[in-house]
Structures are given as C-alpha cells and as structure tokens.
C-alpha cells in the first residue's frame, strides 16, 4: 500500500483508468469512417480543427475534407496526440455516447476507489490528451454509472498544454486553486510522471499489467492498481 496525503487527485485515462486496448481499438474504429463527414460541417470548432489540421499535417491550404481525413488517419494509426485530432474525435465520439452507440470502459477498481475518495473529501479532477469534448462523455456513460458526478473538473492539451511539461501541471494546479504539494497525478506514461514531479506534484504511478508502460522505469512510486494507493487528506 502507498500512503498519500493530499486534497486533489488529478486522473490520467489511457492506461490508468481505462484500458489503452479499448480506446485506441473501439473508440478508434468508431471514429476513422466518421471524420470525412465531420470535417464537412459548417461549425466553428471544426472549421479551427481543420485548418489546425492542415497546419499540423503540411497539406495544402486548398486540401479536400477527404484528403484531411486521410492525414488524419494517419496520425491515429501512429496514435500522435494530435490537438486537432482530439478535437475532432471529441465531437464523434461524444454524439456516439448520446447515440448509445459506443460506452466507456473502466478497470474495476477505479469507480469505488473515485467513490470512496470523493465521500472522504478528496477533490477528482482529470487530465488527460483527448480533448475534455470526450472525457465528459467517457465519464458520463461508465458501465459503472455516472462517474461526472465525482469529477470537479476535467482538463487537456488545449486548457493546460501538453502533458509532458511541467508548466501544464502549474496551470492545473492553479486552476484548481490547491498547492503542487498537496496535488497527487496518477499517470502511467513515464514522462508525464516527470513532468509533475518537476512541477512540485505528488505522482503514484500506474504499472498495470497488459498496458503500453507496464515494467517501465518509473520515478515515482507504482502500483498495479488503484486499491494499492491510501490516499488521505
């Protein structure tokens, strides 16, 4: 058991909620044939997502949605955090949970241990690379319930930066209004356990079996699961 005090935790998903497998396989797949017809849409969000796009991906000014999409696809098969990707995928994905036609997924041992937290007077709040567009949706429709209940606030790429700085954990801490000391990150990515540490946070980190980081060298504690963390105020 690894004991820790502190008054907010901050949750990663991929790979520390939830499993990278089911994200990167279903919700992926879900997402790909859908791009095409997002990109078409008359809409603010998606006309910035697009030419971000063209930007990130170096295609010409005049590049067709379907040209768009290819690139785009190309990016998911490499998985790259891309931010206009993320955004894109948020929009899918979150008309797909109001569809009923995709559900989240969560390990077993991360809705009582969110429960229990919050009934204790701990503060749960999420980071993670897609954008917050797709986390509320991924919360919201848990097998488990509606997990939004017990989440202050849910952050990404595009309201904290990029999760492998440190000056993005400042933000969220900042935000949130809590002392880094008093922040604990769970993570399972290495260089995002860095990135916090640097900025001052408490990490545990996530080495769960079957997962991308599992066995990695980790520079913070580790756990398999989130039972094995005695998080107190």
């Given at each position: ?32 044939p ?140 900042a935000a ?21 540490l ?13 997962e991308?980081w ?20």
């Amino acid at each position: 058991m690894t004991a820790i005090s502190a008054d907010v935790v901050v949750l990663d998903i991929e790979g520390t909620t939830s499993a990278a497998g089911f994200i990167l396989g279903d919700l992926y797949d879900y997402a790909r044939p859908r791009l095409d017809e997002v990109l078409g849409r008359d809409d603010d969000t998606v006309r910035a997502a697009r030419a971000d796009a063209i930007a990130e991906t170096g295609l010409d000014a005049d590049a067709t949605d379907a040209e768009i999409a290819e690139a785009l696809r190309g990016l998911m098969a490499s998985d790259v955090k891309s931010t206009p990707l993320k955004t894109l995928q948020g929009i899918i994905w979150a008309e797909g949970f109001a569809a009923g036609e995709i559900h989240s997924q969560f390990f077993e041992d991360v809705p009582a241990r969110l429960r229990a937290w919050s009934d204790n007077g701990i503060r749960v709040a999420v980071y993670s690379s897609g954008s917050v567009a797709s986390q509320v949706p991924w919360f919201r429709h848990a097998p488990q319930g509606d997990l939004t209940v017990l989440v202050e606030d849910f952050f990404d790429t595009v309201s904290a930066g990029p999760k492998k700085e440190s000056g993005s954990y400042d933000r969220i801490a900042a935000a949130l209004g809590v002392e880094p000391s008093r922040a604990l990150f769970l993570t399972d990515h290495p260089d995002e356990v860095t990135a916090a540490l640097a900025a001052g946070w408490q990490v545990v980190a996530l080495d769960r079996e079957g997962e991308p980081w599992h066995g990695a060298n980790f520079a913070a504690p580790a756990v398999a699961s989130f039972d094995e963390i005695g998080l107190t105020r």
